[in-house]
């Protein structure tokens, strides 16, 4: 991507991140569902640039987790406090663990990031499901625990675009059901119109019908 001259230009990347952040919203994913499913997705544009910066902001966050850049992801939430052969047999989540055999777990993964879903599928499982047979080296107990780290942190990401899409859900509605109060006075202008004209062609057709009998 092109870098930034100055601060007050929008970059390729800073439109990425915008767009980013919308995808994670789920009020955006119920509220475009259907059009989601057929089409590209429709991003609504920001009211202001404030706003625009403020998503960003959480769409860079929520990309550098995703690529695992963020620095934060080194302080890692979980322990694999016993030793062993590291061999993954038997996967089992129970009671904030997950069990890779009989006596091997990975401590203080909660139940919202074992079921968190990014896509079809769920990472956290995915990642040892695809392992099964395996043994665990070193890097790979430590890139398992970043990814455990990286979902905590996006889900902390996500409840703030909630936070900011509230808003925007309500102006959302607010449009739609003026657009429909202004949709259904057309339609009864419309019919109301037509009324009228059958009426006078109505009147006219008697007129001449009268005439012809020679009636006053």
């Known amino acids: 991507h ?3 001259k100055n601060e007050n230009q929008i970059s ?3 439109i990425l991140d915008y767009v980013y952040a919308f995808l994670h919203s789920l009020i955006y994913r119920e509220t475009y569902k ?14 202001n640039k404030e706003q625009f910066l403020k ?12 690529l695992m850049e963020d620095p934060e992801l080194n302080t890692f939430s979980t322990k694999f406090p ?3 052969e590291n061999n993954v047999e038997k996967i089992l989540f129970d009671g904030e663990k997950v069990w890779i055999n009989n006596s091997q777990y990975f401590e203080g993964v909660s139940k919202i990031v074992w079921d968190f879903y990014i896509g079809g599928y769920q990472p956290v499982q995915k990642w040892l499901k695809d392992r099964k047979g395996r043994t665990l080296n070193f890097e790979d107990l430590t890139h398992y625990q970043k990814i455990i780290k990286s979902l905590e942190k996006t889900i902390e ?21 003026r657009l429909a109060l202004w949709l259904m006075f057309a339609f009864a202008m419309t019919l109301l119109v037509y ?3 059958v009426l006078f062609f109505d009147l006219d057709d008697f007129k001449l019908v009268n005439d012809a009998l020679g009636h006053e």
């Open 82 to 84: 016993i030793r062993g």
């Open 12 to 14: 390729p990347l800073d």
């Open 195 to 197: 009324s009228i004209s």
């Open 2 to 4: 092109e870098l930034k």
């Open 157 to 177: 990401v996500m409840k703030k675009i909630e936070e900011g899409n509230v808003q925007m859900q309500s102006r959302f509605r607010y449009r739609v059901v």
């Open 34 to 47: 259907a059009f989601l499913k057929i089409d590209f997705p429709r991003v609504p544009p920001a009211k």
């Open 55 to 66: 998503r960003v902001k959480l769409g860079c966050n929520l990309r550098k987790l995703h």
